[in-house]
């Protein structure tokens, strides 16, 4: 089992920051891939960053640009930088890992851009 514990989210206005933190515990050796997926309201949860165990990133299209991810190996720990954030950015933010081929995930985080 890998535990995942998000922290960082809140209200921003339009053309602000935030960082999202995400910690993983339990068994993590042999993950293969960290992210973050989000969920706005009645709409289905999608990709907004990926990182892989290489250090390949992915990103959506709508964040390319503003969004970064990275990653503190030692604290095994993924970031989402946010910037430049659009009311349309609003969403639960989920961190996903995924090892042999299951995925899990944390709780989520609430992401609020409204001015």
């Known amino acids: 089992q890998v535990q995942l514990l998000e922290s960082g989210g809140g209200l921003v206005q339009p053309g602000g920051s935030l960082r999202l933190s995400c910690s993983a515990s339990g068994n993590i050796f042999s993950i293969t891939r960290m992210g973050w997926y989000r969920q706005a309201p009645e709409k289905q949860r999608e990709l907004v960053a990926v990182?892989?165990?290489?250090?390949?990133?992915n990103f959506a299209a709508s964040v390319e640009g503003r969004f970064t991810i990275s990653r503190d190996i030692a604290k095994n720990t993924v970031y989402l930088q946010m910037n430049s954030l659009k009311p349309e950015d609003t969403a639960v933010y989920y961190c996903?890992?995924?090892?042999?081929?299951?995925?899990?995930w944390g709780k989520g985080t609430l992401v609020t851009v409204s001015s």
């Open positions: 990182i892989t165990r290489a250090g390949t990133t």
């Open positions: 996903n890992a995924e090892r042999f081929n299951l995925n899990y």
